[in-house]
Nanobody, 115 residues
Framework: QVQLVESGGGLVQPGGSLRLSCAAS????????MAWYCQAPGKQRELVAA???????NYADSVKGRFTISRDNAKNTMYLQMNSLKPEDTAVYYC?????????WGQGTQVTVSS
């Protein structure tokens, strides 16, 4: 069985930092394209960042220079380092794994940026 479990979300002040984790089981993050998506209330789910099996990364324009996606193959875990957080970053963040059209999702973790 495949399972993706996010953690690390919470309440943080504007300008603060947070690190999200996605622990995978049943698949190896080393051979999947791993990604973070976010979904704010009333909005569609959208891509935040992705990292391929070869290490190539892609970021939404809104987070470039602030967020960094990475993975630790030994821990079978993918991360999103979030710096200089803004209220607009408030959303549920979801872990995604995709390989040849086969995709898996985590349950999501809430990130709230507020004073």
């Amino acid at each position: 069985q495949v399972q993706l479990v996010e953690s690390g979300g919470g309440l943080v002040q504007p300008g603060g930092s947070l690190r999200l984790s996605c622990a995978a089981s049943g698949i190896s993050v080393s051979i999947y394209t791993m990604a973070w998506y976010c979904q704010a209330p009333g909005k569609q789910r959208e891509l935040v960042a992705a990292i391929t099996s070869s290490g190539m990364t892609n970021y939404a324009d809104s987070v470039k220079g602030r967020f960094t996606i990475s993975r630790d193959n030994a821990k079978n875990t993918m991360y999103l380092q979030m710096n200089s957080l803004k209220p607009e970053d408030t959303a549920v963040y979801y872990c995604n794994a995709n390989r040849r059209g086969l995709a898996y999702w985590g349950q999501g973790t809430q990130v709230t940026v507020s004073s």
